[in-house]
């Protein structure tokens, strides 16, 4: 159906935009708030962490209300009950709100259909629907920080929120529909609903949209990576979906999908509950998503690197053939990996060697990717600009977070590990200094297609070279702590198990573990503060530069050969994109070409001669 | 897909059949299942809920859903790429989740040799 | 530049845009529905408890299955005539499917009613008894139940559900944690009921409670909470700045090597609670009657204690639990649990239910339910005996009865349905009964349980005519009760949950094809193929559902 063009009013072309630029970058946005919500959280956590007998600090309770501490903190310190409401939805904020709407919301709804020749996305109304659910399902989530909406605070048990705890989290409250958690599981099932739109988008677009001449094995990486993360989406979330519903229904109906037989609380004694329930079940469906969804966290950050190496080194992408089965083959397994998030859950030994197979097998398809990307640098002309910086950073960083998970696939060492610090450093290594610079890398790439404006190299340098210093600092001992056996989820930083007595020259063995490394905790929390402050030049370039930025004088900035670059600049709320169809010629990583005079040759400018064969 | 008006009245004759096919299975699942243990002549196996009507029932409806996939759903005549996601799905769907029931129920703690032991609930 | 394959299909991949999005949407709803299903097959295979088999009648299943692919045949119909240009055949067409749908919804909804106004509970010995509540009425806000409920019926007193727990209050507590909003019902429960027995709820002061004055109350506490809290917080800054500087101090002094870490500082710092200026907290209100009002609770809301209850919300009702009951008629008396549990202890199932609290307790109902299982015994040693020999192998022994096997399934030794009271009722002359028989002998007991013609047209359309033991269950003997809802147990749960969200998907798809059958006429003039290209998306979601019905059947209705 085809619409007229006829003028568009500012609210349905910026505000309800069926434009699939606009959505990205909406989505990119309201995804940035959230990370920065989860940030602010997080300070509070490790204040918690580090000083877990000083009140929080001027500096953070000025923005908080005055009912707000007298609710939740005592004396101005934090609470262990409110630690875990923090903890709660910092991971879940990260994870659904922050980490996953940017990676795949705001690069996969701009970059995808510009990379593939397509006028928009397939379904651009749909596509409108999916940004909205995404944002009324978070906002629905962080109700609970506010009294008005509900009686409990947020969800508290975890953002893996595992029955028994989650079902029967604030069951004192008179209504239910007024709990945290109840309004966590309803934020997430309209978030669901939203990431399922999204991703039946994403890959009708790719499969029907793509421009003539642009066969499969000619898309750029990005295309791939979005099409394998879209199928993960569609397939993984639904028993996440079905694992909510049936919380929601224990909690609202009283039903006993995951309540054993003859729990006994401390607040209402013997449950009054039918039992038979099944709390294993619950971590099954959720790992179900739960592992796959970590994909989905790391491959729109590896679409971004992987479009930006090859541009910043003149060279063509080393390996492409191999990265793309790899990254196929990646989502395949990743489906059958999920109960390494479960060996202490007394399974038997046939069970966890199938799983502790699978998870070791994972780990190659995901080297593919990074070797390939290691070796695609090998003998290139590398310009350090701020993309490329990011992008090199992500590599080590991840491969890091990478190798620290080896000793978690294995169900002997995990027997140790599980539940200590050392799975946070892990899975904080992959995603903040991991997946996070990939993602900054791909928004300074594309900020100059987007806005017309190159952002601050200056601002660039001040956000990126204290933030790796600081993230290191950050996150490194939490893997010295885990394995040392510091517990996940202590509020108190392990100040509970010190023999206050005598201090390091203990007989308790624990005591004297958590004695030696507790002071780590003062110096990874200095770290995270520092690092917030670091960010402060990245919200300053990414606001500021759209006014005060230098212009983008061409088309094609970075010399880059992938289609988005064939676009007019600035690049915001166009209708249609591209002015006559493009059609692709050649494959997306044609640098320094022998035959050629330029050290690149774009994807759709015509042969002179002949048509190159791929 | 059918394009002709000969060609959708035709199909339209064998939605008909399919329809009373898919009527009577239903009517034969119904019954299978609820043939009382004293007549066991009809009975072919253990008395009262058993495997065996568990199997047939299931195997009838698989045998509906397909009827109802390929005819009228049209996967008769769709491209290859549609089977590929609706199978894989399926298969995912089916055999990876109840695999988890399968795997779960069927684990032992001690493992000796490939002998898998007593199952957890006796019957 | 506009989008493509909107409705022409493109030529390498075969498929028109939205085609290839429903299949995909359809992954996901396997996905989903297989989540589901998994879930059952868990839930059913670690069940500690007996698994309800055919617990919910067939026929209106049957007929749902029926209506579903009737529907799925319209729709596919819809499509044909749409293809051929009779947009009028093809209304008609869909007019019919969300006529089939309509009915589904229809038995659907009658269903679950039926489900959700059964009763079921299950007492302290675990014997499961099913039925409908009875009603109690007021007497002066006392609770009364059977003949002298029924008097005040009659006089226009409000029918209240047998199933209440009833205190004698003289105190009341209101904590002001939560705010009044969510917890009006509560509070205007208890002082409505007060004020119809002409009490007054009146606090130390003597001002009555009403929830203005709570909110007030709680606005007073949280405004003081507020003052200390700030209070405290700089107060405790300013103490551990005072400690912090003494540390150093102390190490320039020379009188500490280093500096003291948070956790041995930590003790020495208080709040010099002498400065603050801290308000008076209130943390609830304790109200007394001006005379002792009898209070009644569903039992979902309170936490009982002799002396006390606690409600949902915290708030204490101080006073004597009087005598409650669960007032019911009885459709079905399940011994499958008691079994069950015995088999586990290792006892004997059979001893364990003649000494149930049913049919050996001190109360005026036990000699009739002893009647009925004593028949029952009867019957099921008959059926038995009678079983031919092929059958009574080894594997097939479900329980054994003082020694003779048994080798019918539990569900059929231990569970005594309706229509088995209805025939020993008749058995042994009861007065109630719905038809004028005389049963005597064991063939005609059992002939009234046979399938025919006359007992189906009686159990259809007769059933709710009759009249069925009545039974008056002691509060103290309930151990867990509730309707047939997700809450009775995990094949209900996991029953309403799978047709719950089956029924949405129903109506969603209802709409999208009222949609296209009856708001398309300018699409269809403008561009019938792109039309016909969205009927055919609509109903490949409607067949989903209807293949999603083909499984939920077998499985939760036969088996």
Same mark, same amino acid.
């Given at each position: 159906m085809a619409d007229g063009h006829h003028k568009q009013g500012f609210v349905s072309k910026y505000i309800f935009s069926t434009d699939h630029k606009v959505i990205g970058v909406q989505y990119g946005i309201t995804a940035m708030l959230f990370l920065l919500f989860g940030f602010f959280l997080m300070i509070g956590m490790r204040w918690s962490i580090a000083f877990p007998h000083e009140p929080l600090p001027a500096w953070f309770t000025w923005i908080l209300p005055d009912g707000w501490e007298a609710r939740w903190l005592q004396d101005g310190k934090v609470t262990g009950e409110t630690y875990n409401m923090f903890g709660a939805m910092h991971g879940t904020i990260m994870v659904f709100l922050g980490v996953v709407p940017l990676g795949f919301g705001a690069f996969g709804n701009y970059v995808t259909p510009l990379q593939i020749g397509a006028a928009d996305m397939a379904f651009p109304k749909l596509n409108m629907a999916s940004y909205w659910l995404y944002l009324v399902g978070g906002l629905v989530m962080c109700f609970g920080f506010f009294e008005w909406f509900s009686d409990t605070?947020?969800?508290?048990?975890?953002?893996?929120?595992?029955?028994?705890?989650?079902?029967?989290?604030?069951?004192?409250?008179?209504?239910?529909?007024?709990?945290?958690?109840?309004? !966590?599981? &309803? %934020?997430?099932?309209?978030?669901?609903?939203?990431? *399922?739109?999204?991703?039946?988008? @994403?890959?009708?677009? =790719?499969?029907?949209?793509?421009?003539?001449?642009?066969?499969?094995?000619?898309?750029?990486?990005?295309?791939?990576?979005?099409?394998?993360?879209?199928?993960?989406?569609?397939?993984?979330?639904?028993?996440?979906?079905?694992?909510?519903?049936?919380?929601?229904?224990?909690?609202?109906?009283?039903?006993?999908?995951?309540?054993?037989?003859?729990?006994?609380?401390?607040?209402?004694?013997?449950?009054?509950?039918?039992?038979?329930?099944?709390?294993?079940?619950?971590?099954?469906?959720? !790992?179900? &998503? %739960?592992?796959?969804?970590?994909?989905?966290?790391? *491959?729109?950050?590896?679409?971004? @690197?992987?479009?930006? =190496?090859?541009?910043?080194?003149?060279?063509?992408?080393?390996?492409?053939?191999?990265?793309?089965?790899?990254?196929?083959?990646?989502?395949?397994?990743?489906?059958?990996?999920?109960?390494?998030?479960?060996?202490?859950?007394?399974?038997?030994?046939?069970?966890?060697?199938?799983f502790q197979t699978t998870t070791v097998l994972i780990s190659i398809p995901s080297v593919i990717l990074i070797t390939s990307l290691l070796i695609s640098l090998w003998g290139g002309s590398i310009h350090f600009r701020m993309p490329m910086l990011w992008a090199c950073a992500f590599l080590p960083m991840f491969g890091i977070g990478g190798l620290t998970g080896l000793p978690l696939a294995f169900n002997l060492a995990d027997l140790h590990l599980h539940d200590t610090y050392y799975v946070i450093g892990h899975f904080h290594y992959v995603v903040a200094p991991g997946i996070l610079f990939g993602l900054f890398a791909g928004i300074y790439y594309w900020y100059p297609?987007?806005?017309?404006?190159?952002?601050?190299?200056?601002?660039?340098?001040?956000?990126?070279?204290?933030?790796?210093?600081?993230?290191?600092?950050?996150?490194?001992?939490?893997?010295?702590?885990?394995?040392?056996?510091?517990?996940?989820?202590?509020?108190?930083?392990?100040?509970?198990?010190?023999?206050?007595?005598?201090?390091?020259?203990?007989?308790?063995?624990?005591?004297?573990?958590?004695?030696?490394?507790?002071?780590?905790?003062?110096?990874?929390?200095?770290?995270?503060?520092?690092?917030?402050?670091?960010?402060?030049?990245?919200?300053?370039?990414?606001?500021?530069?759209?006014?005060?930025?230098?212009?983008?004088?061409?088309?094609?900035?970075?010399?880059?050969?992938?289609?988005?670059?064939?676009?007019?600049?600035?690049?915001?709320?166009?209708?249609?994109?591209?002015?006559?169809?493009?059609?692709?010629?050649?494959?997306?990583?044609?640098?320094?070409?022998?035959?050629?005079?330029?050290?690149?040759?774009?994807?759709?400018?015509?042969?002179?001669?002949?048509?190159?064969?791929? | 897909m059918a394009d002709g008006p000969e060609a959708i009245k035709a199909a339209r004759n064998t939605y008909l059949k399919v329809l009373f096919g898919l009527l009577g299975l239903s009517l034969v699942t119904v019954l299978v299942a609820w043939i009382p243990f004293w007549h066991p002549s009809w009975d072919p196996g253990k008395v009262g809920f058993d495997q065996v009507d568990m199997i047939i029932g299931l195997a009838i409806a698989t045998f509906k859903a397909f009827l109802v996939g390929y005819i009228f759903m049209h996967l008769n005549h769709e491209k290859k790429s549609i089977y590929w996601i609706f199978f894989g799905s399926m298969v995912m769907g089916f055999v990876g989740l109840m695999g988890i029931t399968a795997l779960a129920f069927w684990d032992p703690i001690v493992f000796d040799g490939f002998n898998l032991g007593e199952p957890i609930l006796k019957k | 530049m506009e989008l493509p394959y909107i409705v022409e299909p493109r030529k390498d991949t075969g498929l028109f845009n939205s085609k290839l999005a429903i299949w995909l949407f359809l992954a996901s709803e396997v996905m989903l529905f297989g989540g589901l299903f998994s879930g059952y097959v868990f839930l059913r295979i670690y069940a500690d408890f007996p698994w309800p088999e055919r617990a919910i009648p067939v026929l209106p299943g049957l007929i749902n299955t029926v209506m579903l692919i009737l529907s799925s045949v319209t729709v596919v119909f819809a499509w044909s005539e749409l293809k051929l240009r009779n947009y009028r055949k093809f209304q008609v067409y869909m007019g019919f499917t969300l006529f089939f749908a309509a009915a589904f919804l229809g038995f659907?909804?009658?269903?679950?009613?039926?489900?959700?106004?059964?009763?079921?509970?299950?007492?302290?010995?675990?014997?499961?008894?099913?039925?409908?509540?009875?009603?109690?009425?007021?007497?002066?806000?006392?609770?009364?139940?059977?003949?002298?409920?029924?008097?005040?019926?009659?006089?226009?007193?409000?029918?209240?559900?047998?199933?209440?727990?009833?205190?004698?209050?003289?105190?009341?507590?209101?904590?002001?944690?939560?705010?009044?909003?969510?917890?009006?019902?509560?509070?205007?429960?208890?002082?409505?009921?007060?004020?119809?027995?002409?009490?007054?709820?009146?606090?130390?002061?003597?001002?009555?409670?009403?929830?203005?004055?709570?909110?007030?109350?709680?606005?007073?506490?949280?405004?003081?909470?507020?003052?200390?809290?700030?209070?405290?917080?700089?107060?405790?800054?300013?103490?551990?700045?005072?400690?912090?500087?003494?540390?150093?101090?102390?190490?320039?002094?020379?009188?500490?090597?280093?500096?003291?870490?948070?956790?041995?500082?930590?003790?020495?710092?208080?709040?010099?609670?002498?400065?603050?200026?801290?308000?008076?907290?209130?943390?609830?209100?304790?109200?007394?009657?001006?005379?002792?009002?009898?209070?009644?609770?569903?039992?979902?809301?309170?936490?009982?204690?002799?002396?006390?209850?606690?409600?949902?919300?915290?708030?204490?009702?101080?006073?004597?639990?009087?005598?409650?009951?669960?007032?019911?008629?009885i459709d079905a008396v399940d011994f499958q649990y008691l079994a069950f549990d015995a088999k586990q202890k290792g006892s004997d199932p059979f001893e364990a239910i003649e000494k149930s609290w049913l049919l050996s307790g001190d109360h005026k109902?036990?000699?009739?339910?002893?009647?009925?299982?004593?028949?029952?015994?009867?019957?099921?040693?008959?059926?038995?005996?009678?079983?031919?020999?092929?059958?009574?192998?080894?594997?097939?022994?479900?329980?054994?009865?003082?020694?003779?096997?048994?080798?019918?399934?539990?569900?059929?030794?231990?569970?005594?349905?309706?229509?088995?009271?209805?025939?020993?009722?008749?058995?042994?002359?009861?007065?109630?009964?719905?038809?004028?028989?005389?049963?005597?002998?064991?063939?005609?007991?059992?002939?009234?349980?046979?399938?025919?013609?006359?007992?189906?047209?009686?159990?259809?359309?007769?059933?709710?005519?009759?009249?069925?033991?009545?039974?008056?269950?002691?509060?103290?003997?309930?151990?867990?009760?509730?309707?047939?809802?997700?809450?009775?147990?995990?094949?209900?749960?996991?029953?309403?949950?799978?047709?719950?969200?089956?029924?949405?998907?129903?109506?969603?798809?209802m709409v999208v094809l009222w949609w296209f059958g009856f708001n398309s006429r300018k699409i269809y003039d403008k561009d019938p193929e792109w039309l016909a290209n969205r009927v055919e998306v609509g109903g490949l979601f409607w067949h989903f559902v209807d293949l999603v019905w083909i499984f939920v059947f077998p499985i939760f209705y036969l088996m």
């Open positions: 605070g947020t969800a508290k048990s975890g953002w893996t929120n595992y029955p028994p705890l989650a079902n029967i989290a604030d069951m004192q409250a008179p209504d239910q529909w007024r709990t945290g958690q109840t309004q !966590w599981l &309803l %934020g997430l099932v309209v978030l669901i609903t939203s990431s *399922l739109l999204g991703s039946v988008n @994403v890959i009708t677009t =790719i499969v029907n949209l793509r421009a003539k001449g642009l066969t499969w094995f000619r898309l750029p990486f990005l295309v791939w990576a979005m099409l394998v993360v879209a199928f993960i989406l569609l397939l993984a979330f639904p028993p996440l979906e079905v694992a909510g519903i049936m919380q929601v229904m224990d909690r609202l109906t009283g039903s006993s999908f995951f309540t054993p037989t003859g729990l006994y609380t401390s607040q209402v004694g013997l449950m009054d509950s039918a039992g038979s329930g099944s709390p294993l079940l619950f971590q099954h469906l959720f !790992w179900f &998503l %739960g592992h796959p969804e970590v994909y989905v966290l790391l *491959l729109p950050a590896i679409a971004c @690197v992987t479009e930006i =190496i090859p541009t910043f080194t003149r060279k063509p992408l080393w390996g492409y053939r191999s990265m793309v089965y790899g990254v196929i083959v990646l989502g395949f397994l990743s489906f059958i990996v999920w109960a390494h998030h479960m060996y202490l859950t007394g399974m038997g030994p046939v069970i966890s060697t199938f297609k987007i806005t017309g404006k190159y952002m601050s190299d200056l601002l660039g340098h001040l956000h990126f070279w204290p933030s790796l210093i600081a993230i290191n600092v950050l996150f490194f001992p939490m893997l010295i702590q885990g394995m040392a056996g510091f517990h996940r989820r202590w509020y108190n930083g392990g100040d509970a198990y010190l023999d206050k007595v005598a201090g390091g020259e203990t007989e308790n063995v624990f005591a004297a573990t958590v004695y030696q490394f507790i002071d780590l905790n003062i110096l990874m929390s200095w770290a995270a503060f520092i690092l917030a402050l670091c960010q402060i030049p990245f919200i300053i370039n990414v606001f500021g530069a759209w006014f005060f930025g230098k212009k983008v004088e061409s088309d094609n900035p970075w010399n880059a050969t992938t289609l988005e670059w064939n676009t007019e600049t600035p690049l915001f709320a166009k209708h249609g994109n591209f002015d006559e169809e493009p059609k692709v010629y050649r494959g997306p990583y044609e640098y320094s070409r022998p035959d050629h005079d330029k050290d690149y040759l774009p994807q759709w400018e015509a042969p002179q001669s002949k048509p190159s064969n791929d | - | 659907k909804y009658v269903e679950y009613t039926t489900k959700f106004s059964h009763q079921a509970v299950k007492m302290s010995d675990n014997v499961v008894v099913e039925g409908h509540v009875d009603y109690a009425a007021l007497d002066h806000g006392k609770l009364v139940y059977g003949k002298d409920a029924k008097k005040l019926h009659k006089e226009g007193a409000e029918k209240i559900k047998a199933k209440k727990i009833e205190y004698k209050v003289e105190e009341v507590t209101f904590p002001l944690r939560f705010r009044m909003e969510s917890r009006k019902k509560i509070i205007n429960k208890i002082l409505k009921q007060a004020k119809a027995q002409d009490a007054k709820l009146v606090d130390e002061s003597g001002t009555e409670i009403t929830i203005d004055y709570l909110k007030e109350a709680r606005k007073a506490l949280y405004d003081a909470k507020k003052k200390n809290a700030i209070a405290r917080r700089d107060g405790l800054r300013d103490a551990w700045k005072v400690a912090k500087a003494e540390d150093a101090q102390r190490i320039e002094d020379g009188k500490q090597a280093e500096k003291s870490k948070g956790w041995q500082l930590a003790p020495q710092v208080k709040i010099d609670e002498s400065v603050l200026d801290l308000a008076n907290e209130t943390a609830s209100i304790t109200a007394k009657f001006t005379k002792p009002v009898y209070l009644h609770f569903g039992r979902n809301d309170i936490r009982e204690s002799e002396e006390f209850g606690i409600l949902r919300d915290g708030t204490v009702v101080k006073g004597k639990q009087q005598k409650s009951y669960m007032d019911m008629h109902y036990a000699k009739h339910f002893k009647e009925y299982w004593d028949k029952h015994l009867e019957v099921v040693l008959h059926h038995n005996h009678g079983l031919q020999d092929r059958f009574k192998v080894e594997q097939n022994v479900t329980t054994t009865y003082k020694g003779e096997k048994l080798y019918l399934p539990l569900r059929e030794i231990f569970r005594i349905n309706w229509q088995s009271l209805i025939a020993y009722d008749e058995h042994y002359g009861h007065e109630d009964h719905g038809y004028n028989k005389d049963y005597s002998t064991f063939n005609e007991v059992e002939k009234s349980r046979k399938k025919n013609v006359e007992t189906f047209i009686r159990e259809y359309f007769q059933a709710p005519k009759r009249v069925f033991p009545h039974l008056k269950i002691p509060s103290k003997e309930v151990h867990f009760e509730s309707s047939l809802t997700p809450k009775w147990n995990n094949f209900y749960a996991i029953y309403f949950t799978i047709t719950g969200l089956h029924g949405l998907h129903i109506i969603g798809g």
